[in-house]
């Protein structure tokens, strides 16, 4: 069984960096579409960018800011985020999907000031 860990949130000024992980435990992570989401305040949790083997696609509104990378032999995926804005503000997911396996984060809370 999967189990996922998410690191690297925390607070950030609007325009600065932050690179959050996702860290898997247990067999076939690197197979499947693996993701990260996010939840904002007073919204559904929403698919920023995910990854399977066709390629990654992101949100319109984190295009050419975020980039999601893979570090297969550490079991890990990593979103790099770039000039970050208010509304990137809330907990962010990673998931896992592959065959009847649907697995998430506990999530990673990022906090963008203005």
């Known amino acids: 069984q999967v189990q996922l860990v998410e690191s690297g949130g925390g607070l950030v000024q609007a325009g600065g960096s932050l690179r959050l992980s996702c860290a898997a435990s247990g067999n076939n992570f690197n197979v499947g579409a693996r993701s990260w989401y996010r939840q904002t305040s007073g919204n559904q949790r929403e698919l920023v960018a995910v990854?399977?083997?066709?390629?990654?696609d992101y949100a319109d509104s984190v295009t050419g800011r975020f980039t999601m990378s893979a570090d297969n032999a550490q079991n890990t995926v990593h979103l790099q985020m770039n000039s970050l804005r208010p509304e990137d503000t809330g907990v962010y997911y990673c998931?896992?999907?592959?065959?009847?396996?649907?697995?998430w984060g506990q999530g990673t809370q990022v906090t963008v000031s203005s």
């Open positions: 998931n896992w999907r592959w065959a009847a396996y649907n697995i």
């Open positions: 990854a399977t083997s066709a390629g990654t």
